[in-house]
Protein backbone atom coordinates (compact mmCIF):
# COMPACT_ATOMS: atom_id res chain seq x y z
CA UNK A 1 0.00 0.00 0.00
CA UNK A 2 1.38 4.30 -0.42
CA UNK A 3 2.08 5.98 2.51
CA UNK A 4 0.09 8.76 3.63
CA UNK A 5 2.19 11.13 5.95
CA UNK A 6 0.36 11.99 9.46
CA UNK A 7 0.79 15.61 8.40
CA UNK A 8 -1.92 16.65 10.50
CA UNK A 9 -1.10 15.01 13.79
CA UNK A 10 2.86 15.85 13.28
CA UNK A 11 2.06 19.78 13.32
CA UNK A 12 -0.59 19.17 16.25
CA UNK A 13 1.86 17.59 18.05
CA UNK A 14 4.57 20.34 17.11
CA UNK A 15 2.29 22.70 18.11
CA UNK A 16 0.91 21.53 21.05
CA UNK A 17 3.45 19.45 23.09
CA UNK A 18 6.90 20.58 21.51
CA UNK A 19 5.86 24.02 21.50
CA UNK A 20 7.21 24.87 17.96
CA UNK A 21 6.37 28.45 18.42
CA UNK A 22 7.62 29.20 21.49
CA UNK A 23 10.39 27.45 20.45
CA UNK A 24 10.96 29.87 17.40
CA UNK A 25 10.78 32.80 19.76
CA UNK A 26 13.19 31.45 22.11
CA UNK A 27 16.36 31.16 20.00
CA UNK A 28 14.64 29.65 16.22
CA UNK A 29 13.74 32.72 14.72
CA UNK A 30 13.82 30.90 11.15
CA UNK A 31 11.34 28.20 12.46
CA UNK A 32 8.09 30.73 11.76
CA UNK A 33 4.63 28.77 11.52
CA UNK A 34 4.94 28.81 7.95
CA UNK A 35 8.26 27.21 7.31
CA UNK A 36 7.39 24.72 10.05
CA UNK A 37 4.25 23.46 7.90
CA UNK A 38 5.64 23.89 4.72
CA UNK A 39 8.51 21.58 5.82
CA UNK A 40 6.41 19.20 7.55
CA UNK A 41 4.48 18.88 4.23
CA UNK A 42 7.05 18.90 1.75
CA UNK A 43 8.80 16.54 4.20
CA UNK A 44 6.14 14.17 4.00
CA UNK A 45 5.45 14.56 -0.11
CA UNK A 46 9.04 13.59 -0.42
CA UNK A 47 9.44 10.29 1.46
CA UNK A 48 6.35 9.02 -0.07
CA UNK A 49 7.57 10.00 -3.56
CA UNK A 50 10.83 9.55 -3.59
CA UNK A 51 11.23 6.60 -0.23
CA UNK A 52 8.28 4.92 -0.18
CA UNK A 53 8.53 3.58 -4.05
CA UNK A 54 11.84 1.27 -3.12
CA UNK A 55 11.08 -0.20 0.32
CA UNK A 56 9.76 -2.91 -1.78
CA UNK A 57 12.54 -3.75 -3.88
CA UNK A 58 15.07 -2.55 -0.98
CA UNK A 59 13.47 -5.79 0.86
CA UNK A 60 13.27 -8.30 -1.98
CA UNK A 61 16.46 -7.31 -3.28
CA UNK A 62 18.54 -5.69 -0.54
CA UNK A 63 21.98 -4.75 -0.44
CA UNK A 64 24.73 -7.01 -2.75
CA UNK A 65 28.15 -7.15 -1.22
CA UNK A 66 31.19 -7.97 -3.78
CA UNK A 67 35.07 -7.50 -3.42
CA UNK A 68 34.56 -4.43 -5.33
CA UNK A 69 32.06 -2.86 -2.66
CA UNK A 70 28.12 -2.62 -1.77
CA UNK A 71 25.47 -1.60 -3.71
CA UNK A 72 22.54 -0.59 -3.37
CA UNK A 73 19.31 -1.71 -5.81
CA UNK A 74 18.31 0.34 -8.88
CA UNK A 75 16.63 3.77 -7.65
CA UNK A 76 18.52 3.98 -4.47
CA UNK A 77 21.03 6.58 -5.70
CA UNK A 78 18.84 9.09 -7.05
CA UNK A 79 16.58 9.01 -4.03
CA UNK A 80 19.78 9.90 -2.16
CA UNK A 81 21.04 12.12 -4.53
CA UNK A 82 17.21 13.96 -4.48
CA UNK A 83 17.47 13.97 -0.27
CA UNK A 84 21.17 15.78 -0.56
CA UNK A 85 20.04 18.22 -3.44
CA UNK A 86 16.37 19.09 -1.42
CA UNK A 87 18.49 19.79 1.58
CA UNK A 88 17.04 17.48 3.92
CA UNK A 89 19.78 16.49 5.36
CA UNK A 90 20.70 20.09 6.76
CA UNK A 91 17.44 21.20 8.81
CA UNK A 92 19.16 20.98 12.40
CA UNK A 93 22.41 21.05 11.14
CA UNK A 94 24.92 24.19 12.22
CA UNK A 95 24.61 26.90 10.22
CA UNK A 96 28.31 27.55 10.14
CA UNK A 97 28.99 24.33 8.43
CA UNK A 98 26.11 25.11 6.14
CA UNK A 99 23.05 24.15 7.88
CA UNK A 100 19.74 25.81 8.37
CA UNK A 101 20.45 25.43 12.25
CA UNK A 102 16.33 24.78 12.31
CA UNK A 103 15.16 22.60 15.40
CA UNK A 104 15.68 19.29 15.98
CA UNK A 105 12.31 18.57 16.75
CA UNK A 106 12.05 19.83 12.99
CA UNK A 107 14.37 17.35 11.74
CA UNK A 108 12.33 14.43 13.46
CA UNK A 109 9.65 14.74 11.42
CA UNK A 110 11.29 14.19 8.83
CA UNK A 111 13.31 11.44 9.64
CA UNK A 112 9.99 10.26 11.19
CA UNK A 113 8.61 10.12 7.55
CA UNK A 114 11.45 8.95 5.68
CA UNK A 115 11.59 5.84 8.39
CA UNK A 116 8.16 5.02 7.24
CA UNK A 117 8.60 5.15 3.80
CA UNK A 118 11.79 2.89 3.64
CA UNK A 119 13.33 2.06 7.19
CA UNK A 120 16.30 0.26 5.74
CA UNK A 121 17.32 3.37 3.52
CA UNK A 122 16.91 5.56 6.21
CA UNK A 123 19.45 4.24 8.46
CA UNK A 124 22.22 6.02 6.23
CA UNK A 125 20.25 9.65 7.26
CA UNK A 126 20.46 8.50 10.91
CA UNK A 127 23.48 7.44 11.49
CA UNK A 128 25.07 10.85 9.66
CA UNK A 129 23.70 13.28 11.78
CA UNK A 130 25.00 11.55 15.04
CA UNK A 131 28.54 11.86 13.60
CA UNK A 132 27.79 15.93 12.92
CA UNK A 133 27.15 15.99 16.96
CA UNK A 134 30.04 13.97 17.90
CA UNK A 135 32.58 16.64 15.58
CA UNK A 136 30.67 19.22 16.23
CA UNK A 137 31.20 19.13 20.29
CA UNK A 138 34.68 16.87 20.42
CA UNK A 139 36.35 17.95 17.15
CA UNK A 140 38.69 20.60 16.43
CA UNK A 141 38.14 23.64 14.41
CA UNK A 142 40.05 22.25 11.61
CA UNK A 143 38.53 18.87 11.65
CA UNK A 144 35.25 20.38 11.97
CA UNK A 145 36.34 22.47 9.23
CA UNK A 146 37.30 19.45 7.01
CA UNK A 147 34.63 17.36 7.61
CA UNK A 148 31.36 18.89 8.92
CA UNK A 149 30.46 21.16 5.46
CA UNK A 150 29.63 17.58 3.64
CA UNK A 151 28.68 15.25 6.21
CA UNK A 152 25.61 18.19 6.67
CA UNK A 153 24.66 18.26 3.28
CA UNK A 154 24.68 14.42 3.45
CA UNK A 155 27.13 14.22 0.18
CA UNK A 156 29.52 12.20 2.56
CA UNK A 157 27.98 9.72 5.32
CA UNK A 158 28.96 9.17 8.63
CA UNK A 159 29.16 5.54 10.58
CA UNK A 160 29.87 4.88 14.18
CA UNK A 161 32.57 1.74 15.00
CA UNK A 162 31.80 0.26 18.25
CA UNK A 163 31.26 -3.13 18.12
CA UNK A 164 33.87 -6.09 17.83
CA UNK A 165 33.23 -10.21 17.83
CA UNK A 166 33.94 -9.77 21.55
CA UNK A 167 33.00 -6.59 22.41
CA UNK A 168 29.07 -5.93 21.98
CA UNK A 169 27.44 -4.48 24.96
CA UNK A 170 30.46 -4.78 26.58
CA UNK A 171 32.33 -1.99 24.69
CA UNK A 172 35.44 -2.07 27.26
CA UNK A 173 36.14 -5.55 26.08
CA UNK A 174 37.08 -3.94 22.40
CA UNK A 175 40.52 -4.49 20.86
CA UNK A 176 40.94 -2.19 17.49
CA UNK A 177 44.58 -0.43 18.38
CA UNK A 178 45.49 3.55 17.45
CA UNK A 179 49.06 3.62 17.03
CA UNK A 180 50.66 7.31 16.91
CA UNK A 181 52.41 8.22 13.44
CA UNK A 182 55.02 11.02 12.90
CA UNK A 183 52.68 13.16 11.45
CA UNK A 184 50.31 13.23 14.23
CA UNK A 185 47.34 11.04 12.87
CA UNK A 186 47.20 7.20 13.78
CA UNK A 187 47.53 4.14 12.18
CA UNK A 188 44.45 1.82 13.03
CA UNK A 189 43.91 -1.91 12.69
CA UNK A 190 41.26 -4.39 13.83
CA UNK A 191 37.46 -5.40 12.88
CA UNK A 192 34.27 -3.82 13.45
CA UNK A 193 30.97 -5.85 13.04
CA UNK A 194 27.73 -4.77 12.56
CA UNK A 195 28.49 -1.43 11.16
CA UNK A 196 25.36 0.20 9.49
CA UNK A 197 26.17 1.62 6.12
CA UNK A 198 29.75 1.51 6.36
CA UNK A 199 29.96 0.38 2.86
CA UNK A 200 27.61 1.36 0.36
CA UNK A 201 27.61 3.69 -3.97
CA UNK A 202 25.21 6.13 -2.48
CA UNK A 203 27.99 9.01 -0.79
CA UNK A 204 31.31 9.92 -2.28
CA UNK A 205 32.90 9.47 0.98
CA UNK A 206 32.57 7.56 4.27
CA UNK A 207 33.50 9.17 7.16
CA UNK A 208 33.65 6.35 9.63
CA UNK A 209 33.81 7.48 13.84
CA UNK A 210 36.46 4.43 15.18
CA UNK A 211 36.87 3.64 18.76
CA UNK A 212 40.15 2.26 19.46
CA UNK A 213 42.62 1.53 22.26
CA UNK A 214 46.17 3.89 21.88
CA UNK A 215 49.45 2.50 23.39
CA UNK A 216 49.47 1.58 26.93
CA UNK A 217 45.94 2.52 27.64
CA UNK A 218 43.93 1.37 30.88
CA UNK A 219 41.55 -1.84 30.35
CA UNK A 220 38.18 -0.80 30.01
CA UNK A 221 36.45 2.25 28.92
CA UNK A 222 38.74 4.04 30.54
CA UNK A 223 41.31 3.39 27.96
CA UNK A 224 39.10 3.76 24.56
CA UNK A 225 40.26 6.78 22.33
CA UNK A 226 37.40 8.39 19.39
CA UNK A 227 38.92 8.40 15.85
CA UNK A 228 38.11 9.82 12.44
CA UNK A 229 38.98 7.46 9.77
CA UNK A 230 37.55 8.53 6.32
CA UNK A 231 37.06 5.74 3.50
CA UNK A 232 38.60 8.08 0.90
CA UNK A 233 41.32 10.31 2.64
CA UNK A 234 41.97 14.48 1.91
CA UNK A 235 44.11 13.24 -1.06
CA UNK A 236 41.55 11.93 -3.07
CA UNK A 237 43.11 8.06 -2.34
CA UNK A 238 41.53 5.03 -0.80
CA UNK A 239 42.33 4.58 2.69
CA UNK A 240 43.34 0.82 3.97
CA UNK A 241 40.03 -0.13 5.30
CA UNK A 242 37.06 -2.60 3.00
CA UNK A 243 33.94 -4.26 4.32
CA UNK A 244 34.80 -7.77 4.31
CA UNK A 245 31.10 -9.07 4.06
CA UNK A 246 27.80 -8.11 4.96
CA UNK A 247 25.47 -9.82 7.15
CA UNK A 248 21.77 -11.63 6.16
CA UNK A 249 19.34 -10.17 8.61
CA UNK A 250 15.55 -10.73 9.18
CA UNK A 251 14.96 -7.23 8.30
CA UNK A 252 16.19 -4.13 6.71
CA UNK A 253 17.77 -5.45 3.76
CA UNK A 254 18.09 -2.39 1.98
CA UNK A 255 21.22 -1.06 5.15
CA UNK A 256 24.01 -3.23 4.65
CA UNK A 257 25.39 -4.09 7.86
CA UNK A 258 29.18 -4.81 7.77
CA UNK A 259 31.83 -6.22 9.02
CA UNK A 260 34.77 -3.70 8.49
CA UNK A 261 38.42 -4.52 8.59
CA UNK A 262 40.77 -1.63 9.55
CA UNK A 263 44.63 -1.65 8.40
CA UNK A 264 45.23 -4.90 6.30
CA UNK A 265 48.19 -3.57 5.17
CA UNK A 266 48.91 -1.37 7.99
CA UNK A 267 48.00 2.03 6.39
CA UNK A 268 44.86 2.73 7.85
CA UNK A 269 44.85 6.29 8.74
CA UNK A 270 42.93 8.09 11.19
CA UNK A 271 42.69 11.28 13.23
CA UNK A 272 42.13 11.73 16.71
CA UNK A 273 38.98 13.27 18.30
CA UNK A 274 39.21 15.06 21.12
CA UNK A 275 41.72 14.09 24.36
CA UNK A 276 43.01 10.21 24.07
CA UNK A 277 41.28 8.28 26.37
CA UNK A 278 38.22 10.44 25.93
CA UNK A 279 36.77 7.73 23.57
CA UNK A 280 33.28 7.11 25.37
CA UNK A 281 32.31 10.64 26.18
CA UNK A 282 32.41 11.71 22.34
CA UNK A 283 30.80 8.76 21.21
CA UNK A 284 27.83 9.15 23.90
CA UNK A 285 27.33 12.32 22.24
CA UNK A 286 26.55 10.19 18.77
CA UNK A 287 24.69 7.65 20.83
CA UNK A 288 22.65 9.71 22.35
CA UNK A 289 21.31 11.04 19.14
CA UNK A 290 21.19 8.24 17.78
CA UNK A 291 19.11 6.37 20.46
CA UNK A 292 16.59 9.14 20.03
CA UNK A 293 16.44 8.09 16.52
CA UNK A 294 15.75 4.90 17.06
CA UNK A 295 13.06 5.27 19.50
CA UNK A 296 11.43 7.68 16.65
CA UNK A 297 12.02 4.31 14.18
CA UNK A 298 9.77 2.84 16.38
CA UNK A 299 6.97 5.42 15.69
CA UNK A 300 8.21 5.44 12.39
CA UNK A 301 7.62 1.49 11.60
CA UNK A 302 4.27 1.93 13.50
CA UNK A 303 2.51 4.23 11.35
CA UNK A 304 3.41 2.57 8.74
CA UNK A 305 2.11 -0.60 9.89
CA UNK A 306 -0.65 1.23 11.40
CA UNK A 307 -1.86 2.68 8.09
CA UNK A 308 -1.35 -0.77 6.34
CA UNK A 309 -3.78 -2.46 8.73
CA UNK A 310 -6.45 0.57 8.16
CA UNK A 311 -6.60 0.00 4.96
CA UNK A 312 -6.58 -3.74 5.02
CA UNK A 313 -9.82 -3.90 7.82
CA UNK A 314 -11.37 -1.59 5.44
CA UNK A 315 -11.92 -3.62 2.70
CA UNK A 316 -11.48 -7.10 3.70
CA UNK A 317 -15.21 -8.05 3.67
CA UNK A 318 -15.96 -11.18 5.89
CA UNK A 319 -19.20 -11.70 7.95
CA UNK A 320 -22.05 -9.41 8.14
CA UNK A 321 -23.04 -6.79 10.74
CA UNK A 322 -27.19 -6.10 10.89
CA UNK A 323 -27.55 -8.88 8.03
CA UNK A 324 -25.14 -7.21 5.34
CA UNK A 325 -21.78 -7.91 4.19
CA UNK A 326 -19.29 -6.06 6.09
CA UNK A 327 -15.77 -5.02 5.86
CA UNK A 328 -13.58 -6.80 9.35
CA UNK A 329 -12.94 -3.17 10.33
CA UNK A 330 -16.63 -3.04 11.59
CA UNK A 331 -16.06 -5.89 14.16
CA UNK A 332 -15.17 -4.89 17.43
CA UNK A 333 -11.87 -6.89 17.99
CA UNK A 334 -10.49 -5.79 15.32
CA UNK A 335 -11.04 -2.06 15.78
CA UNK A 336 -9.64 -2.43 19.58
CA UNK A 337 -6.49 -3.10 17.42
CA UNK A 338 -6.56 -0.84 15.40
CA UNK A 339 -7.46 1.94 17.90
CA UNK A 340 -4.87 0.35 19.99
CA UNK A 341 -2.40 0.99 17.09
CA UNK A 342 -2.95 4.42 16.63
CA UNK A 343 -3.10 5.22 19.99
CA UNK A 344 0.18 3.47 20.95
CA UNK A 345 1.81 5.28 17.93
CA UNK A 346 0.73 8.27 18.24
CA UNK A 347 1.71 8.05 22.21
CA UNK A 348 4.92 6.89 20.98
CA UNK A 349 5.24 9.98 18.89
CA UNK A 350 4.05 12.38 21.41
CA UNK A 351 6.80 11.14 24.03
CA UNK A 352 9.89 11.23 20.81
CA UNK A 353 8.62 14.80 19.60
CA UNK A 354 8.64 16.06 23.29
CA UNK A 355 12.30 14.67 23.78
CA UNK A 356 13.19 16.27 20.69
CA UNK A 357 11.75 19.77 21.71
CA UNK A 358 13.51 19.61 24.87
CA UNK A 359 16.94 18.71 23.33
CA UNK A 360 16.32 22.15 21.52
CA UNK A 361 15.83 23.79 24.32
CA UNK A 362 18.91 22.80 25.61
CA UNK A 363 21.01 23.83 22.71
CA UNK A 364 19.60 27.03 23.70
CA UNK A 365 21.42 26.54 27.00
CA UNK A 366 17.97 25.63 29.35
CA UNK A 367 20.38 23.86 31.72
CA UNK A 368 15.83 22.07 33.08
CA UNK A 369 15.00 20.78 29.55
CA UNK A 370 18.77 19.23 29.24
CA UNK A 371 18.19 17.42 32.54
CA UNK A 372 14.79 16.06 31.75
CA UNK A 373 15.47 15.14 27.83
CA UNK A 374 18.51 13.29 29.93
CA UNK A 375 16.02 11.37 31.53
CA UNK A 376 13.51 11.00 28.95
CA UNK A 377 16.29 9.31 26.64
CA UNK A 378 16.09 5.83 27.75
CA UNK A 379 12.14 6.04 27.82
CA UNK A 380 12.03 7.39 23.80
CA UNK A 381 14.68 4.72 23.14
CA UNK A 382 13.20 1.62 24.99
CA UNK A 383 9.58 2.46 25.10
CA UNK A 384 9.40 3.93 21.21
CA UNK A 385 10.95 0.96 19.90
CA UNK A 386 8.65 -1.90 22.11
CA UNK A 387 5.69 0.20 20.61
CA UNK A 388 6.76 -0.02 17.00
CA UNK A 389 6.86 -3.98 17.77
CA UNK A 390 3.97 -4.19 19.10
CA UNK A 391 2.04 -2.37 16.25
CA UNK A 392 4.00 -4.31 13.83
CA UNK A 393 2.90 -7.45 15.30
CA UNK A 394 -1.09 -6.04 15.49
CA UNK A 395 -0.50 -5.21 11.97
CA UNK A 396 0.23 -9.40 11.00
CA UNK A 397 -2.88 -9.87 13.11
CA UNK A 398 -5.19 -8.04 11.50
CA UNK A 399 -3.97 -8.78 8.31
CA UNK A 400 -4.89 -12.30 9.22
CA UNK A 401 -2.95 -15.04 7.28
CA UNK A 402 -2.68 -12.72 4.59
CA UNK A 403 -0.63 -10.88 7.33
CA UNK A 404 1.55 -14.12 7.32
CA UNK A 405 1.92 -13.78 3.36
CA UNK A 406 4.89 -10.90 2.01
CA UNK A 407 3.29 -10.13 -0.68
CA UNK A 408 0.50 -7.94 1.87
CA UNK A 409 3.66 -6.26 3.37
CA UNK A 410 2.87 -6.79 6.42
CA UNK A 411 5.66 -8.95 7.27
CA UNK A 412 8.24 -6.94 6.36
CA UNK A 413 6.81 -4.22 8.92
CA UNK A 414 7.21 -6.79 11.92
CA UNK A 415 10.63 -8.49 9.92
CA UNK A 416 12.14 -4.31 10.20
CA UNK A 417 10.58 -3.50 13.43
CA UNK A 418 12.26 -6.35 15.27
CA UNK A 419 16.58 -5.30 15.17
CA UNK A 420 15.24 -1.65 16.94
CA UNK A 421 14.86 -2.86 20.86
CA UNK A 422 18.37 -4.32 20.18
CA UNK A 423 21.02 -2.07 18.40
CA UNK A 424 22.26 1.60 19.63
CA UNK A 425 22.07 -0.24 23.07
CA UNK A 426 19.72 -2.61 24.15
CA UNK A 427 16.42 -1.83 25.61
CA UNK A 428 17.80 -3.62 28.79
CA UNK A 429 20.41 -1.29 28.84
CA UNK A 430 18.24 1.41 27.98
CA UNK A 431 16.34 0.43 31.52
CA UNK A 432 19.60 0.00 33.55
CA UNK A 433 20.74 3.25 32.37
CA UNK A 434 17.28 4.80 33.68
CA UNK A 435 18.02 3.09 37.18
CA UNK A 436 21.13 2.98 37.61
CA UNK A 437 22.19 6.85 36.04
CA UNK A 438 18.92 8.81 35.48
CA UNK A 439 16.86 7.69 38.15
CA UNK A 440 19.68 9.87 40.48
CA UNK A 441 19.89 12.58 38.40
CA UNK A 442 19.80 15.72 41.22
CA UNK A 443 19.26 12.95 44.00
CA UNK A 444 15.95 11.76 42.07
CA UNK A 445 14.80 15.56 41.83
CA UNK A 446 14.41 15.39 38.24
CA UNK A 447 12.39 12.47 38.31
CA UNK A 448 10.18 14.19 40.86
CA UNK A 449 9.56 17.02 38.84
CA UNK A 450 8.47 14.80 35.63
CA UNK A 451 6.24 12.94 37.79
CA UNK A 452 4.45 16.42 39.54
CA UNK A 453 3.92 17.28 35.86
CA UNK A 454 2.06 13.91 35.29
CA UNK A 455 0.33 14.52 38.57
CA UNK A 456 -0.95 18.15 37.74
CA UNK A 457 -1.96 17.07 34.31
CA UNK A 458 -3.88 14.03 35.33
CA UNK A 459 -7.01 16.02 36.48
CA UNK A 460 -9.80 13.96 35.15
CA UNK A 461 -7.63 10.59 34.69
CA UNK A 462 -8.03 9.04 37.61
CA UNK A 463 -5.93 6.02 36.28
CA UNK A 464 -3.25 8.72 35.01
CA UNK A 465 -2.72 10.03 38.56
CA UNK A 466 -2.66 6.27 40.13
CA UNK A 467 0.12 5.35 38.08
CA UNK A 468 2.09 8.44 38.82
CA UNK A 469 1.76 8.07 42.42
CA UNK A 470 2.89 4.10 41.56
CA UNK A 471 6.41 5.46 39.51
CA UNK A 472 6.65 7.61 42.66
CA UNK A 473 6.33 4.46 45.10
CA UNK A 474 8.43 2.14 42.76
CA UNK A 475 11.42 5.10 42.09
CA UNK A 476 11.59 5.12 46.00
CA UNK A 477 11.98 1.50 46.20
CA UNK A 478 14.65 0.91 43.87
CA UNK A 479 16.37 4.03 45.03
CA UNK A 480 17.01 2.24 48.47
CA UNK A 481 17.33 -1.39 46.95
CA UNK A 482 20.64 -3.40 45.98
CA UNK A 483 21.65 -3.31 42.41
CA UNK A 484 20.64 -6.38 41.75
CA UNK A 485 17.21 -5.75 42.96
CA UNK A 486 16.88 -2.48 40.85
CA UNK A 487 18.08 -4.21 37.86
CA UNK A 488 15.49 -6.87 38.36
CA UNK A 489 12.81 -4.19 38.19
CA UNK A 490 14.27 -1.45 35.81
CA UNK A 491 12.27 -3.01 32.80
CA UNK A 492 8.67 -2.72 34.29
CA UNK A 493 8.99 0.25 35.78
CA UNK A 494 11.42 1.97 32.12
CA UNK A 495 7.64 0.52 31.22
CA UNK A 496 5.32 2.05 33.90
CA UNK A 497 7.21 5.50 33.54
CA UNK A 498 7.15 5.73 29.96
CA UNK A 499 3.09 4.82 29.90
CA UNK A 500 2.93 7.48 32.92
CA UNK A 501 5.05 10.61 31.05
CA UNK A 502 2.95 9.24 27.69
CA UNK A 503 -0.29 9.09 29.03
CA UNK A 504 0.43 12.67 30.37
CA UNK A 505 1.13 14.16 26.80
CA UNK A 506 -2.20 12.35 25.62
CA UNK A 507 -3.66 14.22 28.58
CA UNK A 508 -2.65 17.25 27.29
CA UNK A 509 -3.41 16.59 23.72
CA UNK A 510 -6.87 15.87 24.65
CA UNK A 511 -6.77 19.08 26.07
CA UNK A 512 -5.78 20.78 23.17
CA UNK A 513 -7.98 19.84 20.82
CA UNK A 514 -10.65 22.41 22.01
CA UNK A 515 -8.17 25.36 21.19
CA UNK A 516 -6.94 24.30 17.75
CA UNK A 517 -8.61 24.34 14.06
CA UNK A 518 -7.67 20.39 13.06
CA UNK A 519 -9.93 18.85 10.46
CA UNK A 520 -13.17 17.32 12.48
CA UNK A 521 -11.88 13.85 11.69
CA UNK A 522 -8.90 14.51 13.21
CA UNK A 523 -10.40 15.66 16.09
CA UNK A 524 -13.18 12.74 16.43
CA UNK A 525 -9.93 10.29 16.18
CA UNK A 526 -7.86 12.18 18.42
CA UNK A 527 -10.11 12.25 21.14
CA UNK A 528 -10.90 8.43 20.55
CA UNK A 529 -6.96 7.46 20.86
CA UNK A 530 -6.16 9.68 23.53
CA UNK A 531 -9.09 8.58 25.86
CA UNK A 532 -8.09 4.75 24.07
CA UNK A 533 -4.76 5.28 25.87
CA UNK A 534 -5.43 6.69 28.80
CA UNK A 535 -8.71 4.40 29.71
CA UNK A 536 -7.29 1.67 28.96
CA UNK A 537 -3.47 1.28 28.36
CA UNK A 538 -2.57 3.53 31.44
CA UNK A 539 -4.86 1.02 33.82
CA UNK A 540 -2.46 -1.56 31.78
CA UNK A 541 0.81 -0.07 33.47
CA UNK A 542 -0.17 -0.30 37.11
CA UNK A 543 0.02 -4.11 37.23
CA UNK A 544 3.92 -4.00 36.06
CA UNK A 545 4.22 -2.64 39.69
CA UNK A 546 4.52 -5.66 41.26
CA UNK A 547 7.27 -6.74 38.91
CA UNK A 548 9.34 -3.49 39.29
CA UNK A 549 9.24 -4.22 43.07
CA UNK A 550 9.81 -7.99 43.24
CA UNK A 551 13.59 -7.67 43.52
CA UNK A 552 16.42 -10.59 42.03
CA UNK A 553 15.77 -13.54 44.32
CA UNK A 554 13.37 -15.28 42.21
CA UNK A 555 15.92 -14.86 39.07
CA UNK A 556 18.89 -16.60 41.25
CA UNK A 557 16.42 -19.38 42.78
CA UNK A 558 18.09 -21.54 40.05
CA UNK A 559 20.96 -22.49 38.76
CA UNK A 560 22.55 -21.50 35.62
CA UNK A 561 22.90 -25.21 34.54
CA UNK A 562 18.72 -25.77 35.60
CA UNK A 563 17.80 -23.24 32.86
CA UNK A 564 18.76 -25.84 30.25
CA UNK A 565 16.58 -28.42 31.83
Same mark, same amino acid.
Given at each position: ????????????????????????????????????????????????????????????????????????????????????????????????????????????????????????????????????????????????????????????????????????????????????????????????????????????????????????????????????????????????????????????????????????????????????????????????????????????????????????????????????????????????????????????RALTYCCAG??????????????????????????????????????????????????????????????APIYEGTNG?????????????????? !?? &????????? %?? /??? *?? $?? +??? @???????????????????????????????????????????????????????????????? !?? &????????? %?? /??? *?? $?? +??? @?????????
Open positions: MTYAPPVEDQLFVLKHIVGIDALAEAGFPEASADTVEAIVEGAGAFAAGEFAPLNRIGDEVGARWSPEGVTLPEGFKAAYRAYVEGGWGTLSGPSEFGGQGLPLSLATVVMEDLGSANMGFSLIMMLTPAAVEALKHHGTPEQQAMWLPKLVTGEWSGTMNLTEPQAGSDVGALKTKAEPAPDGSWRLSGTKIFITYGEHDLADNIVHLVLARTPGAPAGTRGISLFIVPKILPDGTRNDLRCVSIEHKLGIHASPTCVMSYGDEGKCVGWLIGEEMGGMRAMFTMMNNARLNVGLQGVSIAERAMQAAIAYAGQRVQGAREGRPAPILDFPDVRRMLLRMKALTQAALTDRASLGDPEAKLRADLLTPLVKAYGTDVGCEVASLGVQVHGGMGFIEETGAAQHYRDARIIQAADLVGRKLGLEGGAV !LA &RLLADVKAG %SE /GHP *AL $AE +LAA @ACERVAAHLQQSAPDDRLAGSYPFLTMLSVATSGWLMARSLAALAKGNASPLYIEMKQATCRFY !LE &RIVPEALGL %SA /GAT *AG $AD +LLY @AVSSEAFAA
